[in-house]
């Protein structure tokens, strides 16, 4: 629920941004103040100069008060200047308000020439917002081996499936694909196809698909018309949705939203553009969508469907049009193109259509830190990651000596995910960074705590080991993967 200020319009907190940020902000809360939609807002900061000030997180106290109060945000892009804050401010305002459904529409304009023009380009990536590589988790393994974790959680695959139903309902979209790398990631990305194909018959009249996600671009690139909605993880969705940016002409026309239960954040898919900043030359319309996104999600679906006919008309018009379009030697003034638009509020285009929406129905998933319970579990063995000069031989002879009389055997060793001992005739260049697998001696059983320490001070007694993994089944069921070349 938006809060309601006491001349009972909805409060919003507007966050100008970096760069070219405030101009398109400017320009987006023209055209509001312009179309009569009852809104309200509140200017707060984020970005490079709360960094500069020595603020680590890039968000002061007073901007996420302001969201925690408001609970719809309208923002422009966020730079983090080198040699300040190690995190983004963008991915620090996603996270802390779990926004995980991040939402980002293309559609062909008018007289916005591209490859793809006169083929109706209309699509939707749906990206998951706050898992996966984007989690920020990394470690140097060794001084010349680096890691990112990867986290997939059901709870959050069950999460972004749903909207992505649900979103194709509102906009009266028939078809959602679900792009991921279960081919290769079995576990991680197959469990958003696995969660997508178990919750699409619940979705009876909306066609589901599954499809590789490099295959997808391809598909993007050869047939884009053939999407209507594409939901996946975090880092397929940030590549997949520049790409059909471009589809319809750029940046400039892409806007994005993004979705929590309780917090949404409007902006453009662009960043602060630093060499067109205070210049009046730059393409406003992405961040406009995104003000249009934002309208209806606070309901205002008029008001959208207005600022969004006159962007149209004004574009089918071609006489005023912005440089990102037509040459920077012959475009439009940001502030002239939002006169234009302003000027066209009320008129509609003569063939682009703006599409129906209906409200949409947030997926209600269960808070609960648990999402699968398993009847059974047991832990069979353990991943000791070693950090090693020695070569698979004598270091897989050095570890058989080394466990000798424990209730551990050494399976086998992987280098980068490739079986290295026993030899397999591979041909493998190896780095100074070992995954040893133990199972227990004759399989059957549990490993305890105890079983495992000793391993490790077995280990760590010749060799330097960094990082352990407990080699765990669920209901019988192997919770790992084998390397590449294990048998
Ligand atoms: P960028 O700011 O998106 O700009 C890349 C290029 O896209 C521009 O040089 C320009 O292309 C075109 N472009 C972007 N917005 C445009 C607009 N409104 N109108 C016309 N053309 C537009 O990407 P970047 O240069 O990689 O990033 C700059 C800074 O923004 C970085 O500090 C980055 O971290 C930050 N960033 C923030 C966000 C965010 O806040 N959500 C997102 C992305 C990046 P041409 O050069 O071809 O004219």
Redesign the pocket.
Same mark, same amino acid.
């Given at each position: 629920m938006p809060y309601i200020t006491e001349s009972g319009k909805k409060l919003i907190t507007v966050i100008p941004? /970096?760069?070219?940020?405030p101009e398109?902000i400017h320009s987006a809360l023209r055209i509001l103040e312009a179309v009569g939609a009852p809104v309200e807002w509140e200017v707060r900061e984020a970005?490079a100069s709360v960094f500069r000030r020595g603020l680590e997180s890039g968000v002061p106290p007073e901007t996420i008060e302001s969201i925690r109060k408001t609970r719809v945000v309208l923002?422009?892009?966020?730079?983090?200047?080198v040699g300040y804050g190690e995190k983004?401010?963008?991915v620090t305002l996603r996270k802390l308000f779990e926004t995980y459904a991040n939402v980002r529409p293309v559609r062909e304009f008018p007289n916005v020439p591209t490859p793809y023009s006169g083929r109706g380009i209309d699509l939707v990536v749906v990206r998951e917002n706050v898992e996966d590589l984007y989690a920020g988790i990394e470690h140097m393994q060794t001084p010349g081996v680096a890691q990112t974790l990867k986290l997939i959680s059901r709870k959050g695959c069950e999460k972004i499936v749903r909207f992505a139903f649900e979103l194709a309902r509102a906009e009266g979209r028939k078809k959602v694909h679900c792009a991921t790398k279960s081919n290769i990631m079995k576990l991680a990305e197959g469990m958003l196809k696995r969660v997508f194909e178990e919750i699409a018959p619940e979705y009876p009249d909306i066609e589901a698909q599954h499809i590789i996600v490099d295959n997808c671009a391809h598909q993007l690139v050869k047939r884009p018309e053939q999407f209507e909605v594409i939901v996946t993880t975090n880092m397929n969705g940030d590549i997949l949705s520049d790409l059909t940016s471009a589809l319809v002409g750029?940046? #400039?026309f892409a806007p994005s939203a993004n979705i929590g239960n309780e917090v949404a954040i409007f902006? %453009?898919?662009?960043?602060?553009?630093?060499?067109?900043a205070g210049k009046n030359v730059?393409?406003?319309? %992405?961040?406009i969508l995104s003000m249009v996104m934002m309208l209806r999600y606070l309901d205002e679906f008029e008001a959208a469907e207005t600022i969004e006919n006159a962007i149209l008309y004004t574009l089918e018009e071609g006489k005023v049009r912005? #440089? /990102?379009v037509v040459g920077?030697d012959r475009g439009a003034k940001t502030t002239e193109y939002t006169e234009a638009i302003i000027a066209n509020l009320g008129k509609r285009p003569r063939t682009a259509k703006v599409r129906q929406y209906r409200p949409i129905r947030l997926p209600q998933v269960p808070a609960d830190p648990v999402s699968v319970r398993p009847r059974s579990r047991r832990v069979i063995g353990v991943d000791v990651f070693v950090e090693s000069e020695l070569y698979p031989e004598p270091l897989g002879r050095l570890l058989e000596e080394l466990v000798e009389g424990s209730v551990f055997r050494l399976k086998m060793i992987s280098n980068r995910g490739t079986k290295v001992y026993p030899p397999t005739g591979a041909i493998t260049d190896v780095v100074d960074h070992y995954r040893c697998r133990f199972l227990l001696h004759g399989g059957a059983g549990e490993a305890t705590d105890e079983q495992i320490v000793d391993l490790v001070q077995r280990i760590g007694s010749r060799l330097r080991w960094m990082h352990l993994e407990k080699l765990q089944e669920f209901d019988g069921a192997p919770g790992f993967t084998k390397a590449q070349g294990e048998d």
């Open positions: 941004g /970096d760069g070219i940020g398109c970005g923002k422009g892009p966020l730079e983090t200047p983004s401010a963008n750029g940046l #400039g902006e %453009a898919v662009h960043g602060s553009a630093p060499k067109y730059i393409n406003p319309t %992405a961040v912005t #440089g /990102d920077y």
